[in-house]
T-cell receptor
Framework: KAGVTQTPRYLIKTRGQQVTLSCSPI?????VSWYQQTPGQGLQFLFE???????NKGNFPGRFSGRQFSNSRSEMNVSTLELGDSALYLC?????????????FGPGTRLTVT | GENVEQHPSTLSVQEGDSAVIKCTYS??????FPWYKQELGKGPQLIID?????GEKKDQRIAVTLNKTAKHFSLHITETQPEDSAVYFC????????????FGKGTMLLVSP
């Protein structure tokens, strides 16, 4: 069974640009969660999608957005990039049916903003 | 919201020794507590988890204990090996909704041969 895949693995962008990251969950999983990982703040929850609907959202500005498609693949978008957006962006997939579902992470996308 | 504290931030042990990492959480409604191992350049890997209706769970050299009254849970690794060296994260489910976790800051475990 294939794991969670994320593309691209590495990105370098300039301040003010926008970026789109993609995540393909484990087959059969309907929930995709996104997290930002930085050395200073650790792993922080961005948002979660289930059946094409955003169910939960963390404390991030509106520049961070996402969506989910009918095949459960998800994308997240960051507009007007800032230097502080440099981070490892991780997505995790799960069945999504309970608060105690196991979440499996992808390898992440390393975003560098210059 | 949920807050998870993890200690220690760094742990150095000799091969064959045991390692213990401890976490506390604030939201008494949290019901799911996974542990992840993250190696350099990789995403976090789920290694063991425990749900609030269980006090202890073991999988070979790894065990997790949960004390709901005190709101703390711990990871125990026995007979450590150099390949156990990595950053370990504890997490707790957020009561605000499904598939959302609050993570501790991580523990860097170094196992010396």
């Amino acid at each position: 069974k294939a794991g969670v895949t994320q593309t691209p693995r590495y990105l370098i962008k300039t301040r003010g640009q926008q970026v789109t990251l993609s995540c393909s969950p484990i087959s059969g999983h309907r929930s995709v969660s996104w997290y930002q990982q930085t050395p200073g703040q650790g792993l922080q929850f961005l948002f979660e999608y289930f059946s094409e609907t955003q169910r939960n959202k963390g404390n991030f500005p509106g520049r961070f957005s996402g969506r989910q498609f009918s095949n459960s693949r998800s994308e997240m978008n960051v507009s007007t990039l800032e230097l502080g957006d440099s981070a490892l962006y991780l997505c995790a997939s799960s069945w999504g049916g309970s608060t105690s579902d196991e979440q499996y992470f992808g390898p992440g996308t390393r975003l560098t903003v210059t | 919201g949920e807050n998870v504290e993890q200690h220690p931030s760094t742990l150095s042990v000799q091969e064959g020794d045991s390692a213990v990492i401890k976490c506390t959480y604030s939201d008494s409604a949290s019901n799911y507590f996974p542990w992840y191992k993250q190696e350099l350049g990789k995403g976090p890997q789920l290694i063991i988890d425990i749900r609030s209706n269980v006090g202890e769970k073991k999988d070979q050299r790894i065990a997790v204990t949960l004390n709901k009254t005190a709101k703390h849970f711990s990871l125990h690794i026995t007979e450590t090996q150099p390949e156990d060296s990595a950053v370990y994260f504890c997490a707790a489910s957020m009561n605000s909704g499904y598939s959302t976790l609050t993570f501790g800051k991580g523990t860097m475990l170094l196992v010396s041969p």
